[in-house]
């Protein structure tokens, strides 16, 4: 019998988890794939876990409440808002993401949407394959982006990269709001960094938002920041749609209190095909897409094979998500027929 129970829920239970075996082969684990199709069955599923290894949904109280063997709970996505942190937390349990496994992909879509607003690319193509008139004045003005102001609400991983990409690259004035963010890092990246995100809405030409989904940044971007923002300014959003105020954000391009958008998230997703935003010819879209690529796929299951692998070697996860849980660790050590010790900084 294998010392450790690893169990992977996912869209099925075929497949050769060739990263997960390859980060884990000095441990000796028993791999237990599942694709349950109802929170039943999820939980049926991570009984007598020792880790659960989630590559899809059904992260929710009563499943993490049925893992109370459970030592990390890993998602292979780098946003994790679809789980109860707090019940794992409550349970002892470590929760990690996959942090940095697609900084390039996202930062790279938010530059990509920055730079085709700037451009009304995708604009004149629409125009041009349905009117097929010349009449270039409709796109104007186009303002040098490397005279405009960016401005990255969140200044993580993700954010980082778009300050270099467009700050660096295209030379933008680049302003931050991240009040968790050390000012160290802010002097290296060479950037400057308010403190009142209204402040940032007011000076920046082009905002993009890469925070995570949590209470403290549901609806952050609402009608108070848009009342702030300049009318010819952009807003961009590759995060997560919770973090903007949607119908605020329909209401100020109605209104044309800004003057477009790039939107790779949405609240409801799939995005119902009667959203507005999807008519609007100043807001550009995609299917939350921004994370993928050939790179990001393989790396989503390096990453977590790395955290899972680093928790049953009794080590603090790199991208463990729930500090606060380590209180509850020594507790779980105390109780009978337990063993272990989790070691390294929180």
């Known amino acids: 019998m294998a010392k450790h129970r690893v169990v992977v829920l996912g869209p099925d239970t075929d497949d050769?988890?060739?990263?997960?075996?390859?980060?884990m082969a000095d441990l000796d684990i028993e791999f237990v794939q599942e694709a349950p199709k109802s929170e039943g069955e999820a939980i049926e599923a991570v009984r007598g876990a020792d880790a659960i290894m989630m590559r899809g949904g059904w992260g929710t109280e009563q499943v993490i409440r049925a893992a109370g063997d459970a030592q990390v709970l890993a998602v292979y996505s780098h946003g994790f808002n679809h789980i109860d942190v707090e019940t794992a937390t409550?349970?002892?349990?470590?929760?990690?993401?996959?942090?940095?496994?697609?900084a390039e992909e996202v930062s790279?879509?938010?530059?990509?949407?920055?730079?085709?607003?700037?451009?009304?690319?995708?604009?004149?193509?629409?125009?041009?394959?349905?009117v097929g008139d010349w009449e270039r004045s409709l796109f104007q003005p186009i303002e040098p982006i490397d005279e405009q102001t960016?401005?990255?609400?969140?200044?993580?991983?993700?954010?980082?990269?778009?300050a270099r990409k467009l700050g660096q690259g295209w030379r933008m004035e680049?302003?931050?709001?991240?009040?968790?963010?050390?000012?160290?890092?802010?002097k290296e990246h060479g950037v400057e960094q308010v403190?009142?995100?209204?402040e940032l809405c007011e000076r920046a030409d082009y905002i993009i938002v890469v925070v995570p989904l949590n209470t403290e940044t549901f609806h952050m971007i609402g009608e108070d920041q848009f009342d702030h923002m300049k009318k010819s300014a952009?807003?961009?959003?590759?995060?997560?749609?919770?973090?903007?105020d949607e119908p605020a954000l329909i209401e100020a391009l109605r209104q044309g209190k800004i003057r477009g958008a790039g939107l790779d998230v949405f609240e409801q997703e799939p995005v119902d095909p009667g959203n507005p935003l999807?008519?609007?010819?100043?807001?550009?879209?995609?299917?939350?897409?921004?994370?993928?690529?050939?790179?990001?796929?393989?790396?989503?299951?390096?990453?977590?094979?790395?955290?899972?692998?680093?928790?049953?070697?009794?080590?603090?996860?790199?991208a463990g998500q729930n500090p606060e849980v380590t209180a509850k660790l020594e507790q779980k050590r105390r109780m009978p027929g337990s063993n272990g010790k989790i070691s390294g900084h929180a």
């Open 16 to 23: 050769p988890l060739i990263h997960e075996r390859a980060e």
């Open 150 to 162: 960016l401005g990255i609400v969140g200044f993580g991983t993700i954010g980082r990269q778009v």
């Open 108 to 130: 790279n879509q938010a530059v990509t949407m920055a730079l085709a607003l700037n451009r009304q690319l995708v604009q004149t193509t629409i125009h041009l394959r349905n």
């Open 174 to 186: 680049t302003l931050v709001f991240d009040p968790y963010i050390e000012p160290w890092i802010i």
């Open 90 to 102: 409550e349970m002892g349990i470590i929760v990690t993401n996959g942090a940095g496994m697609c």
């Open 195 to 198: 403190f009142e995100i209204n």
């Open 278 to 318: 999807l008519q609007m010819e100043n807001v550009i879209t995609a299917p939350h897409i921004a994370g993928m690529s050939t790179r990001s796929g393989w790396l989503a299951r390096q990453r977590a094979s790395q955290q899972v692998a680093a928790v049953l070697r009794g080590e603090w996860p790199s």
């Open 234 to 244: 952009y807003y961009i959003n590759v995060c997560r749609g919770s973090v903007t």
